[in-house]
């Protein structure tokens, strides 16, 4: 493979991925929509299209045809450049996720360190940098926040900005369980280590981590702002936390980066805790001879598994009231951390003690 | 490939350091710190050190970074003045710093059984440097453990007792 093809291979890779991304962005909001209208007993949207399933491409043409207003009072590079930081950060993180079989590459089975088709590219410490491009993503609020000089902006983004920080301990406490079990940071070899029996042998049950899911669970409704740890943008105190200042299609790019933030986070966790792709059967089916069910299914059963967590999340806030702020902090300081930190102690004596 | 790379990312960093100094607003200067520890950490890659990368993301443009920002934005720091004091130490200070490059420069060129580092295909993983990490380097591993942990203690003990003070002002 020439260094031509392999660039032409990735570009076409990633434009696929970007564009599937934003689509599963669109989605979700609309999801979310009608989830949160069915739990307070309504319709959701309805209107546009069959079962309101076009109001996604409604909603992003209005927010591109709405007037796009620059305060005087902001900083203006910043105030340009948050929306920038803070979806770019939220769209790079996916291109680590495996989300298929990866001996389907060009011209059927490869192996194992060839191109393959269901991964951008897959590196030996995938999992820190989600953790990574997640510590680097705080900017974009934060500055959004400090940018727009605006009380409400500034508040939000540094309510943010602490409970990232915050948060981010116990979220990458918590994934220490599972990086021992496995032995690697490679998230392909991470998902392979949980393949063998299916369902039993996933990180969530055979592994012993539900703690660990547990945590991860909470710190990831607070590392993406959502809630009910929603305070950076709480309505009722902050008018929008830290994107009050901004209209448009700027203020559509936070919204965006939100979502996409929901789904990495859901992608992490489908392949840290629920097995990744693989079947939650395991050996019970018979391995598939045909080539493009061989790729497909395991598409199939990871966008099942992120759907799902997208469901619980949706779930939990329409079910949940907000934290107050004292309550977020040492929940995260003095019950996610210490637990997180157990964690990692029982699960190296157990498998010391193996 | 790789010296390409490389010319690229040291740009990046000379540029963000330049601009660190030459501006005058502070979350400027922090905002081009980023960018000189991010490239930097693109350079360990080039040498192999994937972890050490990563760490540099994680640790020092991530989280050390987020608290010089939010300091900037908590204290509301403003545009720095230009004095006679900064002319001068600008008059003084680019000479000054020119000489003290030179001879390190002469010194590291001069020096002998520096040993080598190579921009290639190479990594180090994480596996080989947590084995080194954990057996041969294990004592002063431990000894820096502790003392970050004495330094997290006094900053503790610092704070609980500027807070007790505000009590007992508070209380008359």
Redesign the interface.
Known sequence: MT?LQFLLWSLLKVVVVTVVMLVGVAYTVLLERKLVGRIQNRWGPSRVGPFGLLQPLVDGAKSFLKEDIIPTGVYRP?YLLAPIIALGCALISIAVVPFGEPNVGPGGLVKPGELHFFQISD???GL??V??VT??S??GI??A??SSNSKYS?LG??RS??QM?SY?LALGLSLVGVVLRA?S?NLRVIVEQQSVDGMLSWNLFGGMQFVAFFIYLMAAYAETNRSPFDLPEAESELTGGYHTEYSSMKFAMFFMAEYANMITVGCVATLLFLGGWTSPFGDQLPPPQNIFVHALFPIFWFVLKVFSFLFLYVWVRGTLPRFRYDQLMSFGWRWLMPLAILNIVATSLWLAYH | MHVILFAVFAGFCLAGAINLLLQSHPINSALSLIVVMTSLAVLYLMLGAEFLAIAQVIVYAGAIMVLFTFVVMLLNAGREDRTLGSRAALRIGFPAVVAFLAVIATMILHAQGLGQASLNEAITTTEELSAVLFTKLLLPFEVTSVLILIAILGAVALASRSEGQEERTGGK
């Open positions: 260094i910043l590196v030996n410490i820190l940098v953790l990574g510590s680097i705080v900017y934060a500055l926040g400090w500034l983004a540094l900005s602490a920080v981010e032995g940071l």
